[in-house]
């Protein structure tokens, strides 16, 4: 679907064909809150992009920015080349349907049929209806719901409702899905599933998705960049697996922490500086450095005891990251060197955490 290329106040500027949304210092302030405190971001054309923060980071306003729904203070949002920031609501409606967005709730309308809701996009746009059931019995069985074409939400789980709420924003055949909070309804085994889908559609259709999330999980399972919001600033962006292996900022960390090896609570509380029976080591490894045999050569050569308190190594678009929490007996400050000259010669990232009075 291409918009009209009007001579009105419409202002066009070319961005490269491969950007879908392009935000430009960003502000939204709602009194002496920064809801939006100068957000730049890109979402490249069949990229799964991740935002993720925590409860009042920035995220609701960014979307309703996104899609019209709320006016900048000041910055550019350009979807597909397009500044939306001058446009009338008339002229915004067209822009808006680029962008299909699946919601927390699912919204589906509960007198309407499975089928009815995903093809409302269509009837909106005034499609004729023979063509908003075959679109509709296509996406259905995009999202495997074929046989629930005539049923009403009320009979569907919330992994269904979801995959009703996904086909209806796919319905008008938009050039961005916006995840907004998709899965935080969901179980744990309904959100795997629901991610799965998502990841499919866009690998199968090459359709760029952004995902908005508190969840680090969500975004290490099928995000290809993240970016991190934070009081209204995106504080960290990246590839996943690199934000994964190397997190800059403090909130970044905090919130991979919740899905990544941490050492038990009973040994953090015993750790003291200076010296001790035992060191403990956090070790963070990740693609060439989380491949090797880094224990065993470490134990090969340099002398010491060395014991794995605690860690795994996690794959995060296919690439290896780890952590591990090692306990070093007897070392002195000449042997403890050596040891985190050997690991960090081989690609690893060492912190001292502290030492232990006796073995943990
Ligand atoms: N209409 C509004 N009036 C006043 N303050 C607002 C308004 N909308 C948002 N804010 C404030 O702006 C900040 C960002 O809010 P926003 O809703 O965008 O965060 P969020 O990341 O979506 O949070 P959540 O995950 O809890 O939905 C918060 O401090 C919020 O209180």
Redesign the pocket.
Known sequence: MSLPNRADPIHIQPTGREDVVRLVGLKRR??A?A?LDGVSLTVRKGEILGII??????????IRCLNGLERANSGEVFIEGREIGRLSERELQPLRRRIGVVFQHFNLLSAKTVEENVALPLKIEGRPRAERLARAAELLQLVGLSEKARAYPASLSGGQKQRVGIARALAARPALLLSDEATSALDPETTRSILTLLKDINSRLGLTILLIT?EMEVIRSIADRVAV?DA?RIVEEGTVWQVFANPKSEITRSLIGSIRPQLPSEIASRLVPGEGAETILRIDVAGEAARGALLSDLAAAVPGQFRLVQGGVDHVQGQPVGTLFLAVAGAGAAHLAQVTTFLKDRGARVEVLGHVAGPV
Do not use: D, E, M, P
């Not at 923060?53 to 960014?62: I, M, N």
């Open positions: 709602f009194g809150t809801a923060g925590r409860s009042g980071a920035g995220k609701s306003t960014l508190h919001i209204g």
